[in-house]
C-alpha cells in the first residue's frame, strides 16, 4: 500500500516554481501581514477619490440627479481604476506570469491613452459650491464620500481654519485633524499613498529592467564585458542618491517622475550583481549550453531560459527596493523639497514640527503610515527570502 501510495505521488506533476513559492510564502505569518497591508494601501490608492472628496457621490438638484464626482475624475484617477481592474481580469486567465504581465501593461498603456484623449475634468474647481447650496437648501439629497473632503480643499468657506488637532474642530469633524493649510490630515494620507506606492514600484521597475538587462550580459559574457560593468556598477554605487535628489531639484524643481528616474538610475547597481551572479552559475548548465548549441538568439538564451531560473534573489531584493524608495521620497518631502501642492506622508510630517508647538497628529498619524508601508515590505522580502531558499524548506520539513 506504502509502495503504491509513493508511486502515485511520483507520478502527479509538480507544481510550477512560481506556484510553490506563494504557496511556502501564504504559510508565513509575517508574509499575510505583509500582504494584507499593502492589499489595504492599493484599496485607498485606487479608490481613494470615493474615499475622500469634497464633491459628492450623488446629489439630487430640483429633481435632477447627478454625480459631481464622476465628472471631476482625473485623467490619473481613472488610469489607477482601469490598471486595478486589469489585474483582475488577468489573474484569472490561465496563462503564464510573463504574458499575464505583458497583458495588463498593455491593458493600462491602452487605457491611459483613452483617458488622456476623452477626460477632461473641469479646470476650476470649487470645492465649498455643494456645503454652500446644501446650507440654503438648494440640494434635495446629496450622499458624500466616508471623508467629505477632498486633499486640495482647504476650507475657505470657514473662517477660522488652521491647524486643529482630531475632533476639535466646530462645525465639522476631522478624524485625524488638519494641516497647517487647514486641509483634512485623513484626506491627505489617503490621497497621498499613491504616491507612495507609485513611486515605490515605478522607481523599482526602472532599477530591475536596467539592472537585469547588465547584469544578464555581464554574468553570461564574462570577461572584458564583465570588467566594464563592474566598474558602471562601482560608479553608481558611489553616488549618493539623497544629494543626486537634492541637487535636481535645486536646479530643475520639483517632480515625481523626475523622483521615480533618478532613483530607479541609482538602484539598479544591485540587481546587476545578483543577476550577475546567478548567470554565471547558470551558464554553465547543460540546457544553457544546449539552447546555445540550437542556436537561440541571445535574448531568449538569457531572459527566457536563464533568468526565470535566476528570478529567486531579484524577487527578494525588489522587495527591499520598494520599501527604499518609498523611504526616499519620504525623506526628501520631510526635508522640504518634495512636491509642493500634492500630498504626501513626508510633508505632512514635515509639518508637526514647523509650528511653535508639537503637532502630534501630524507626526504619528504620517509617520505610522510610512513605518508601516516600509516594515511590510521588509517582512514580504524576509518571508520571500525564506520561501524562495531551498535549505530553509528542507529545514523547515525535518
Known sequence: MTEQTSAKLAQQPTKPWIKQVLSALLKRHSARLGIIWI??????????????????????????SSSPLMRHLSVQDWVWLSAFLAVLVVLKWARPLWQKLVVWFGLVLISSVIANLFVAPPNLVIYEQYREMQAEGKIDSVIYAPIPYSA?????????????????????????????????????????????????????????????????????????????????????????????????????GRSIYMMMVIIGITAWSGYARYVRAEFLKLRQQDFVQAAVACGLP?????????????????????????????????????????????????????????????????????????????????????????????????????
Do not use: C
Open 152 to 252: 486640495k480643499d482647504y476650507l475657505r468657506d470657514y473662517a477660522d481654519t488652521g491647524i486643529e488637532a482630531p475632533l476639535e474642530a466646530e462645525g465639522r469633524t476631522h478624524w485625524l485633524g488638519t494641516d497647517e493649510n487647514g486641509a483634512d490630515v485623513a484626506s491627505r494620507m489617503i490621497h497621498a499613498s499613491r504616491i507612495a506606492l507609485g513611486i515605490g514600484f515605478i522607481a523599482t521597475g526602472i532599477a530591475l529592467v536596467i539592472g537585469t538587462i547588465i547584469g544578464g550580459l555581464m554574468g553570461y559574457f564574462s570577461g572584458i564585458i564583465d570588467m566594464i560593468g563592474m566598474r558602471l556598477v562601482e560608479i553608481f554605487e558611489a553616488i549618493p542618491t539623497l544629494f543626486l535628489l537634492l541637487s535636481f531639484v535645486a536646479f530643475f
Open 298 to 398: 541571445l535574448r531568449s538564451i538569457l531572459f527566457r531560459h536563464m533568468l526565470p531560473n535566476g528570478l529567486a534573489p531579484l524577487l527578494v531584493a525588489t522587495s527591499f527596493g520598494v520599501a527604499s524608495a518609498i523611504l526616499a521620497e519620504a525623506t526628501l518631502s520631510f526635508l522640504g523639497l518634495g512636491l509642493i501642492d500634492d500630498p504626501s506622508w513626508g510633508q505632512l510630517l514635515n509639518q508637526a514640527v514647523q509650528s511653535s508647538t508639537f503637532n502630534w497628529w501630524l507626526a504619528v498619524f504620517p509617520g505610522g503610515a510610512i513605518f508601516m508601508t516600509v516594515f511590510a515590505y521588509n517582512l514580504l522580502g524576509e518571508a520571500l527570502r525564506d520561501a524562495v531558499d531551498p535549505h530553509t524548506n528542507r529545514s523547515r520539513q525535518a
Open 39 to 64: 492589499g489595504i494601501l492599493v484599496f485607498i490608492a485606487t479608490f481613494s477619490p470615493f474615499l475622500a472628496s469634497s464633491h459628492p457621490l450623488y446629489m439630487v438638484v430640483d429633481g435632477q
